[in-house]
Each structure stands twice: as C-alpha cells, then as structure tokens.
C-alpha cells in the first residue's frame, strides 16, 4: 500500500472541505454528517448517540468489537458578554489559546448563520506608558463585528452562547505538509476513513466487528468518547490523535521528550495503553516497514484513550499519534508522510487481530 493510494485526490478533496467545516465542542453535527457521508460506502451501518458521536460498523453483529477512534471536535469560544457599544468578550470552549487571537478573522455562528468578526487589537503606537506591550489575555481580548451598539449586534442574531471559530482554511505547505486549523483531531477522522476506505478497495474480511468512532467534546474532558464507549462496550479500541512536534523553537526535550514530524506515527507508553496491544502494534510497524517513535506519558495519556481504557470491564486500548507542529493555532501542521502511516499501521495492526483475540497479561 502506497501513499499515493492513501493520499489519494478525492481523499484529500474530502479532507480540505472537512477541516475548513467549523466543528467546534458541543457544535460538531455539521462534520459529523460530511465524515458520515464520505465514510458511507465502506461500511455496513452506523449508529449516533444523543450528543452526536458516530460509530461505522463494518462487520456489525459479530460478538468481538474493535474500535478504532478520533474525535471530531475543535476548540473555539462562546460570547458571553456584549458592551453597550457594540464590543464582544469570550469565554473559552476547549482550550484556546488567548495569545494568538489577536488580528485573527472569526465566525460567529448564529442561527441566521455565520457572522463574521475580528479580534481587535490596540495599534502598537497607542500601547505606552501603563500599557505598554501588554499581552493579550482573556479578559482583554474582544470580538469587533462592525457594529456601534449592543442592539445591532444582537439585530444580527448574536447573542450570549453563540459559539466563534476561526476562520482560517486548509493548505499544503512545500508539497509536504498539510497545515490548517483543527487538524487536532479532524485529520484523525480522515485517517480512520481511509483506513475504512482501504479494507473495502483492498477486499479484506474482518472476523471481528470494526467500529469507526468520530467521537464528540473531546477537548472538554473526553465526554464523547467516555459515551460512546459504554454504548458500544468493545473489546478493544485503537485510538489516533495528535502530539507535538519537539523540534520547533520554544520546546523544551527534557519536558516534552523528542518527536518530530516526519519521522512516523509515535507510539504512547501510559498505564492506560494495554502493554499486549501496543507490543502487537509495534510488531506490526517493524514487520512492515513503517517507522515510528515512541514517547512516554507519566500519568493519563490526555485522549480519547483514556476513556475507552477504564471504561466498563476495562478496554485493551492503545494510542497512536499523529506528530502536530503548533497545536491549538490555526496553523497547526503536520507532514503528509506521517499522515499515510498512521493508515497503514492501523490498518496493518487491523489485519493481525483476531477474533476473540485474548490481550489479558495472565491467563
């Protein structure tokens, strides 16, 4: 299996078109029904919850369940207040980051539709004396949307809970990386689709039930994924997100550890990742050649990971991520190789699983 097989032109067609889509936490119906739409012919059925994760069953009805996962929402903001002369304060949804608001072009979603504002920012001419070279923080970042009073703000549909996402698009940078906001983790859905996609074009048979989860607020705690776990109650779960690059500037190694874009998926050691499953997944990356790295997280592995791990009777759960430069901006950016391998070890580690495939330590 090739990158251009997996990188294929309506793949990526399908990728642009999902990530420029604002799915912001708690808002995410509108990618989930582009992800359910693209998905659909390599599947045999599906099933949402009440918040809106989705779950692609390839093989449903077969006692052994296989998950593998992504979530599909992004971090944004909510107004939460309106001056009296037309300027909007925020409050975060998911961890945004107040530094890079500034300058920045925003929609706010309201159900006339989308209304688009900025950030405004004092001009560096004005910030002297107490002012001088204050930074942005959440209690001085506001949103300009044109308007000279509260009343034509809120005559434009706005109002206390709208949410506000960026309005940055998806581009491909140098022929080598793709770059956008909300990579984090909606390149996930696209890679677990395509793993779908390949299992169809390829002809394999499952001998287990595949579950393909696009799970909802992850960034707010993993709820979505904590649901739809007990929903599905699976035997094991695979799941795919994104972890920083260390090799840009302002990164410290002996913090962070080293990964770098470019040099395949990263493979996770946690007390949440089962040693059994993560020892196959390795296996099956040196037998077929795909590089990896590995990292290390002390305590919780903060994914989706940890939800499908201690949920129920408890999940045989790994975690394979995606190398990210500039995670939480609207840049974020990773490197079309890493992208292709992820497909191929999952769908590789896929191939390898059995059914009723025993991952306990002791028997």
């Excluded at 961890?95 to 608001?101: C, L, P, V």
């Excluded at 500034?102 to 159900?111: E, L, Y």
């Excluded at 001419?125 to 044109?146: M, S, V, W, Y």
Aim: proline share 4%.
């Amino acid at each position: 299996m090739t990158n251009d097989q997996i990188l294929t032109p309506d793949s990526l067609e399908f990728l642009e078109k999902y990530i420029n889509n604002a799915s912001p936490t708690g808002f995410e119906s509108s990618g989930q029904k582009l992800w359910l739409e693209y998905i659909r012919p390599y599947i045999d059925s599906y099933e949402v919850d009440t918040y809106g994760s989705v779950a692609a069953v390839i093989n449903p009805g077969a006692a052994y369940k296989v998950v593998i996962e992504a979530h599909a929402d992004e971090i944004s903001w909510f107004v939460h207040y309106i001056t009296d002369d037309g300027m909007i304060y925020l409050v975060r949804n998911g961890g945004s980051d107040h530094q890079i608001a500034p300058s920045k072009r925003v929609f706010i979603h309201t159900d006339n539709g989308p209304i688009k504002a900025l950030f405004g920012w004092p001009a560096i001419h004005t910030r002297r004396g107490k002012n001088k070279e204050q930074a942005p923080n959440t209690t001085n970042i506001f949103l300009d949307c044109g308007c000279k009073n509260k009343k034509e703000v809120e005559d434009l549909g706005i109002h206390v809970g709208c949410v506000v996402t960026y309005e940055d698009e998806f581009m491909i940078l140098n022929d080598r990386y793709f770059v956008g906001r909300a990579l984090d983790n909606r390149i996930g859905g696209y890679m677990i689709a395509q793993v779908a996609r390949m299992l169809k074009e390829q002809g394999k048979q499952l001998p287990y039930a595949l579950y393909l989860v696009n799970s909802v607020q992850e960034e707010v705690g993993l709820r979505g994924a904590h649901m739809i776990a007990h929903r599905i109650q699976p035997d094991v779960a695979i799941v795919t997100d994104v972890t920083h690059d260390t090799t840009t500037p302002m990164i410290d190694k002996i913090e962070q550890g080293h990964c770098a874009a470019g040099d395949g998926p990263s493979l996770t050691y946690a007390p949440a990742v089962q040693n059994n499953l993560l020892k196959l997944i390795i296996e099956t990356a040196k037998s077929n050649d795909i590089p990896f790295q590995r990292e290390a997280a002390s305590r919780a592995t903060g994914t989706d990971t940890d939800a499908f791990a201690y949920s129920n009777r408890g999940v045989a759960s790994a975690l394979i991520s995606l190398p990210l430069r500039y995670m939480h901006t609207t840049v974020e950016m990773t490197h079309k190789d890493d992208v292709a391998n992820v497909v191929k070890l999952i769908y590789q580690t896929l191939l390898k699983i059995e059914d009723g495939h025993d991952f306990r330590y002791l028997k």
